[in-house]
């Protein structure tokens, strides 16, 4: 006999977390309808409620980690596992809908037949109703007239609708994808390494450098890389804008963004901090296309200035030296070349800000919002030998590059995933 039972009226951890979701739901559900939001359908036609509002944003947070937890319990150990590996061919699914253009073929309006759509991507016709087929089951497209032709559901009307995303998508099935089957050779080839030309992606790829240099000869992977930058970068919970809500701007008149990109980061904050200036720094190949992002009505304070940001920092005396998204690049010996190269440019009372994220310590929060952080951190290694830090490595790092950075802290806003991690530049009088 089981030595361990539960009794009759105690409630399971499924029938509270099944209980924590029926009210959870009814709370989310008041909140889109108190906001005029649509409900969630996958009817194509349904509005998509892109950014929610703030407490209809910790709602579906919340909702996800109790699902996610549901959803491990009622699968049990061999499920829970099994469909963990299978879930690989999404991104097959995702890669042919990338590469074939699928969702833009299908007419916004009405529909398209698989023949139709056979020709005019060049694959045989059971091919594609195979690959579409399993997206349905994802609720991507829609079958009609008895299941002969594609119709949209909200979610490939989306990517019809996102070209950026679609850029993203492309980017992680043929940059990342191929570095994440390499991940675990390269860490049994170069055990301990810091160098991003001992990682997965340099293996998938050939390469005997960092991707970023790799991409400078090779233009048009550099602008899809950028053009991910710009979708992630559009997502609310990701928007650079968050970063002038974190410190108080009033007495900062030069800002210099590095390694900013086509400039996504530069004009969110010029855009709402009308007395600032600043310059975007990256790598030339970035050039024209962050002049063409920058309006022309911010163009008296917003330029761009190629620059190679391990090289001594040129701009002088500015008041504020951002990276967003830079550190999780590089490995610690690598970043504290990023910090030493900004010293000979720093005035008393220059602040080095870094919007990154902050890995949470381990069961601090929730599984999946954990799990979401430390997804990112196992990319950073595959893709660079690189890591998402916890709030002690970013205070090692900022101390061990130069005893002069008194380090700050951790901020966070609500609504941003990215915290903002600073260090005062502050030499002894
Ligand atoms: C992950 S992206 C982040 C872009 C931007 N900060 C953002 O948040 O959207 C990394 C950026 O670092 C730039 N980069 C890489 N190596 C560089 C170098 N040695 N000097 C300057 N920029 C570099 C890349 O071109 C790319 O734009």
């Excluded at 920058?294 to 040129?314: C, G, K, N």
């Excluded at 005893?403 to 700050?408: D, E, L, V, W, Y």
């Amino acid at each position: 006999m089981s030595t361990f039972q539960v009794t009759d009226t105690a409630v399971s951890e499924l029938e509270q977390l099944a209980q924590d979701i029926a009210s959870k739901t009814q709370e989310f559900l008041a909140v889109l309808r108190r906001n005029g939001c649509a409900l969630p359908s996958h009817d194509p036609d349904t509005a998509r409620n892109d950014s929610l509002p703030i407490e209809g944003t910790v709602l579906q947070r919340h909702l996800m980690e109790l699902t996610t937890e549901l959803q491990a319990l009622v699968q049990g150990p061999r499920l829970h596992v099994h469909n963990q590996v299978l879930a690989h061919v999404n991104l097959v699914n995702l890669h042919a809908i990338y590469s074939f253009k699928l969702p833009s073929r299908v007419p916004m309006e009405g529909s398209i037949s698989y023949a139709e759509l056979a020709g005019k991507i060049q694959v045989g016709e059971d091919v594609v109703r195979r690959i579409a087929r399993y997206s349905i089951t994802k609720h991507i497209f829609r079958e009609v007239d008895g299941g002969d032709r594609l119709t949209h559901s909200v979610t490939s009307k989306m990517l019809a609708e996102s070209p950026m995303m679609m850029e993203w998508i492309g980017m992680v099935c043929e940059e990342m994808w191929p570095a994440a089957t390499q991940a675990v050779s390269a860490l049994a080839k170069w055990p301990r390494s810091q160098e991003p030309q001992h990682s997965g992606y340099a293996l998938a790829h050939g390469l005997e450098t960092h991707v970023f240099d790799m991409l400078v000869d090779q233009p048009e992977r550099a602008e899809r890389f950028a053009n991910a930058m710009v979708y992630f970068n559009s997502i609310e919970d990701l928007a650079s804008h968050h970063l002038c809500d974190a410190y108080d701007w009033k007495s900062v008149s030069q800002v210099v963004d590095i390694g900013g990109s086509a400039g996504s980061t530069a004009v969110a904050l010029a855009t709402r901090l009308p007395r600032v200036s600043i310059v975007i720094q990256d790598q030339a190949v970035l050039e024209d296309q962050a002049r063409r992002s920058i309006p022309p009505a911010l163009a008296d304070r917003v330029s761009f200035m190629a620059h190679d940001f391990f090289q001594d920092q040129p701009v002088r005396d500015a008041d504020v030296y951002h990276f967003r998204w830079i550190f999780h690049d590089w490995s610690d010996r690598y970043c504290l070349k990023l910090l030493r190269a900004l010293v000979p440019a720093l005035k008393p009372g220059a602040r080095v800000v870094v919007s990154d994220f902050v890995v949470p310590e381990s069961g601090a929060t929730s599984w999946y919002t954990e799990g979401l952080v430390r997804g990112f951190d196992l990319a950073m290694m595959e893709l660079f030998n690189a890591r998402e830090r916890e709030e002690r490595d970013w205070q090692k790092l900022f101390v061990e590059a130069d005893s002069r950075f008194r380090f700050a802290g951790v901020r966070t806003v609500p609504g941003a995933d990215l915290a903002f991690i600073s260090a005062i530049w502050t030499p002894p009088v």
